[in-house]
């Protein structure tokens, strides 16, 4: 029926910012979190955790003075099934049994129905531990200290490899070295992990604040040995994510479990934020140290990169993590000849996970922050230095994948120069700063000439500089390589008995807007608005796996499963009412004809790769996304060259996604993403004192508040993608790629000196400063 | 253990309860008058998400033992919705303009928003004077940008017509502007 859709036209929603569906419930404080669902009979869980990094479980006694009555105490011999939380490797047990590997590491568990009571009852364990030597940097475990993991520390090693590094260094005009160093980063979530467990008949309920509810599911069925059935998974409003609550969840929705098992009771575990910050994961710390040969016209010829990054205790996610580092550690640039070796370590540290970006924008800040070092080495403007080496269609990455459609590098580029007034802006900084130290020069001649003892420093002399950076980045949507092939995700639309379309997966809303776009792209492929269509809470027992909530991988490879399931919803009603469908009314009076005469509905579609798409574990060779999207950012800043303090007072950038399904969610995406960005790169700094994190409050762990935090100019360049749902590419982490190296890069044009490792704290870059003037 | 009871006026109905000399005006609000809407996030007053007004005032419920609150106004987020229910003018802005992602430090913005709303009435407080404001409240999600924007156009919303055509005169604006330049010359001096 090609007609249909030319009869009446389609509600158009797509592209329209509307109001975010569940926004209603969040302003008026109606949306329930886990902590604040009530559970009649609740148990309060607790954590006893190790406070060694690494040693042997000596003996565990329970304070004979303490009132253990109405306490549940749970611990490693109480796991029905086997003590493992199910991820990559099945390496990280839920409770240690014997061995501890890392600080704040599960030992038992306890809970009682006062929180007050549970949490005196944890402090009343007593845990003899004897220390053995712990491997706490990557350095050590490199040199072997002690071994955390197999013979070498070693959890994973990748070597993507084009064309002849070492012939490609020989034959460029220059070849430039550098180091790069980043630090941990706390999610920073504001709702802490939570979880709340009890039985169901047979077998368990699990509900809480989570991103992959298939994940959890996975991991309960193995930790008490039952079959998928039984065990069912929920997701509650979720305050936050970024890749937070994407496995640890597992390990609490577990702890919450083994109580509730145990105690025939349901058991709500919430950790307060001293214990989130303690316990759960980071972003990979990671060194990156870069050779790049380059002519002297400037175009690039070769790279040759090698990672580290610090997985923490266990393997959770760190294989997967360093894998994406390592592809995007070539940035988004052609090079003849490409060598990236990548290895992810073991050290007695807790375990490293999932945090936005994952992996790349750890290798990305290395070859922006190098590309600038380049171009300063040449005498080339950072822009022009960019532009001439960005890839553009049809070329080749280091994996041998072929760019074929939307490819944004240069056009966002060119927008962010644009919004940015790139050469002017750096132009007149640089004339404002000359004429700053001029004036400071002056100013000190003539202190020194006729000195006014005991006057503090009037305000105005303040010794200010100012700098404007930019940078360049790609980011793969989806899961890499193979990895969404292995998902075989799959998406369901529903007809419900009131005659509304209810869409299925287990893909969540924590905050980035699932439940408006998924809605939109649906709505709009069944002609009604995105108000009428319900999206289903993300429930094991209802939806089907549509993979987890993580990868820039919802809106491009869900949602667009959900607008394959919507079209043949709407054929399929169509053909039945023998009449095209538009608009709310029709849909659910055709809808409701159909339940009752034909009865229940439901169309499923499963993931399958583009065409065209190949790739190979082994080799590291292919296709290691069907796309990519891009970003450009410049950042100007302002530096106090007395205090040290960086403030960022500016950021323009550009990003392309392909097509915006919402431009309002999709730039509070960008602008959320780049904040978090300038954080990592300015304030966060997690500390650590005998393998535990020192500064595990919100006093000390400081994350940008509004005051800190500039305006942030967003736009979009469309370049729709053939196989995203209308066009659209993934979002979610590419924002957190860029900012970074251009406020390394802002800081180098304002003072001079050149930060390779974040962040750049007042002590760090003062440090930098104090030794430039010595040299 | 003793209890004390504890009279104030909750988001304009009276309450009394009886509470432990030390329990946390958050606590109370959340499990004695079940209204879930102020969260915790950090328990040490400096995320901000258990902001409440009390006389008028946001100040962090964690913070605060109830006894504190005796005889006080209190205003959560479950008190900022028009009579009948609607959505204010700020809660509608924060709806339409993405102000609220995740939506946990949401309440507490909304209200450390509605105290300098009500501070700044008649006026619509430039971009640098909401961040102030606000920076006492954490959120990881938006970057600020848009609840910058959803406050400032709810500010907009709230004034009389006379005043904001008055601001949309020519010279108005022009004085608006002449006055952010002559403070971004005193910041860079």
């Not at chain 1, 220390?131 to 050590?140: C, K, R």
């Not at chain 1, 409701?592 to 190949?614: A, C, D, M, V």
């Not at chain 1, 004192?689 to 762990?701: A, E, F, I, S």
């Not at chain 2, 709810?154 to 005043?163: F, G, L, N, V």
Request: hydrophobic share 40%; aromatic share 4%.
């Amino acid at each position: 029926m090609p007609s249909s859709r030319t009869l009446k036209p389609a509600p158009v929603s797509v592209g329209v910012s509307i109001p975010k569906l569940e926004a209603g419930e969040k302003v008026t404080g109606r949306a329930r979190y886990v902590d604040d669902i009530a559970v009649p009979g609740v148990l309060h869980g607790r954590t006893v955790r190790s406070t060694v990094a690494r040693g042997r479980i000596i003996r565990v006694e329970l304070d004979p003075a303490f009132d253990w009555r109405g306490v549940v105490i749970a611990d490693h011999k109480d796991i029905p099934g086997e003590n493992v939380v199910a991820l990559i490797a099945d390496d990280q047990p839920l409770l240690a049994a014997d061995e501890i590997r890392h600080a704040e590491e599960p030992i038992l568990l306890v809970a009682h129905e006062d929180a007050e009571r549970a949490e005196a009852a944890r402090m009343a364990v007593r845990v003899e531990v004897e220390p053995l030597p712990a491997a706490l940097t990557v350095e050590d475990a490199l040199a072997r200290t002690a071994l955390v993991h197999g013979d070498d520390n070693v959890f994973k090693e990748i070597t993507i490899e084009r064309g002849d590094v070492e012939r490609g260094l020989a034959e460029s005009d220059l070849v430039v070295e550098g180091e790069y160093r980043t630090g941990w980063q706390e999610q920073l979530y504001i709702e802490n992990n939570g979880m709340i467990a009890e039985r169901d008949g047979d077998g368990l309920l699990v509900r809480g604040s989570l991103q992959c509810p298939y994940y959890v599911h996975k991991a309960l069925m193995r930790i008490f040995a039952l079959a998928p059935d039984r065990v069912r998974v929920i997701q509650t409003v979720t305050g936050g994510g970024f890749g937070g609550k994407e496995e640890y969840p597992s390990m609490i929705g577990g702890h919450a479990a083994l109580l509730a098992w145990k105690s025939g009771r349901p058991v709500k575990i919430v950790y307060d934020r001293l214990e989130d910050i303690a316990a759960t994961t980071k972003r990979h710390p990671s060194v990156t140290r870069m050779r790049v040969g380059v002519m002297k016209n400037g175009r690039l010829v070769a790279v040759d990169a090698d990672i580290l990054m610090d997985g923490g205790a266990y393997v959770t996610l760190s294989p997967v993590v360093l894998s994406r580092g390592a592809i995007h550690a070539a940035g988004a640039y052609r090079w003849r000849d490409a060598r990236i070796h990548a290895r992810a370590v073991a050290t007695h540290t807790p375990p490293n996970g999932a945090f936005r970006g994952f992996g790349a924008p750890q290798t990305l800040f290395a070859t922006e922050c190098h590309l600038d070092r380049i171009a300063e080495r040449l005498g080339m403007d950072p822009l022009a230095l960019r532009l001439a080496n960005a890839v553009r269609i049809g070329d080749v990455t280091p994996t041998g994948q072929v760019l074929k459609e939307s490819v944004g590098a240069v056009d966002v580029l060119t927008r962010t120069a644009a919004m940015a007034d790139w050469t002017r802006t750096r132009e007149r900084l640089t004339r404002e700063n000359a004429a700053a130290a001029a004036h400071e020069t002056r100013r000190h001649r003539r202190r020194a000439a006729a000195p006014r003892p005991g006057s503090a420093p009037a305000p105005s002399a303040r010794r200010l500089r100012r700098g404007i950076g930019l940078s360049l980045a790609l980011h793969g949507a989806g899961f890499t390589g193979s990895g969404e092939v292995r998902l075989a995700s799959r998406a369901a639309i529903s007809l419900g008995a009131d005659g509304r379309p209810v869409i299925l997966t287990a893909n969540t809303e924590i905050g980035q807007g699932t439940i408006t776009a998924f809605s939109q792209l649906v709505g709009e492929a069944l002609g009604v608005p995105p108000s009428f269509v319900i999206v289903h809470d993300p429930d094991t027992r209802a939806v089907p796996d549509s993979g987890p909530t993580v990868a820039s991988r919802t809106v491009m490879v869900v949602g667009g499963l959900l607008e394959q399931c919507a079209r043949a919803m709407r054929e399929r009603l169509e053909l039945f009412a023998e009449t095209p469908i538009a608009g709310a009314d029709e849909f659910r009076r055709v809808a409701k004809r159909f339940l009752r005469e034909r009865g229940p509905l439901k169309i499923e579609r499963q993931y399958e790769k583009p065409p065209g798409i190949t790739w190979d574990d082994d080799t590291y060779r292919g296709d290691a996304y069907s796309v990519f999207s891009y970003a450009g950012c410049a950042v100007e800043v302002e530096v106090d060259l007395d205090t040290g303090e960086t403030t960022v007072l500016n950021v323009a950038t550009a990003h392309d996604i392909g097509r915006a399904i919402h431009p309002v969610l999709a730039a509070g995406q960008v602008e959320g993403g780049t904040v978090q960005a300038l954080g990592w790169a300015l304030l966060e700094d997690v500390r650590w004192k005998d393998g535990r994190v020192w500064n595990h409050q919100l006093t000390n762990y400081i994350i940008p508040t509004s005051a800190d935090t500039p305006p942030i100019h967003v736009e979009f360049v469309d370049d729709p993608y053939t196989y995203g749902p209308r066009g659209a590419k993934g979002v979610g982490e590419l924002p957190m790629d860029t900012p970074a190296p251009a406020v390394v890069a802002a800081i180098a044009h304002a003072t001079g000196v050149r930060a390779d490792e974040i962040p750049v704290t007042p002590e760090r870059l003062l440090a930098a400063l104090a030794a430039r003037e010595k040299s | 253990m003793s209890r004390i009871a504890v009279t104030f006026t909750l988001n304009g109905a009276r309450r009394r309860v009886r509470v432990a000399p030390m329990k946390r005006l958050l606590d109370v609000l959340r499990e004695d008058c079940a209204l879930t809407g102020t969260k915790e996030g950090c328990g040490e007053g400096e995320c901000g998400a258990c902001t409440v007004l009390i006389d008028g005032r946001a100040a962090n419920s964690c913070l605060i033992p109830a006894v504190h609150a005796d005889g006080a106004t209190l205003v959560t987020v479950e008190g900022l919705a028009r009579r009948g229910g609607a959505l204010s003018a700020l809660q509608q802005a924060f709806v339409t303009m993405g102000g609220a992602q995740c939506g946990i430090c949401t309440p507490g913005i909304l209200v450390s928003a509605q105290e300098l709303l009500l501070r700044s009435r008649g006026r619509v407080p430039g971009d640098a004077e909401v961040r102030e404001a606000l920076a006492g409240n954490l959120c990881r999600c938006t970057g600020y940008q848009k609840i910058v924007d959803a406050v400032r156009a709810a500010a907009r919303e709230a004034m009389p017509a006379r005043a904001r055509a008055a601001r949309r005169a020519p010279k108005a604006r022009a004085t608006a502007k002449a006055r952010r330049t002559a403070k971004r010359a005193r910041r860079a001096r």
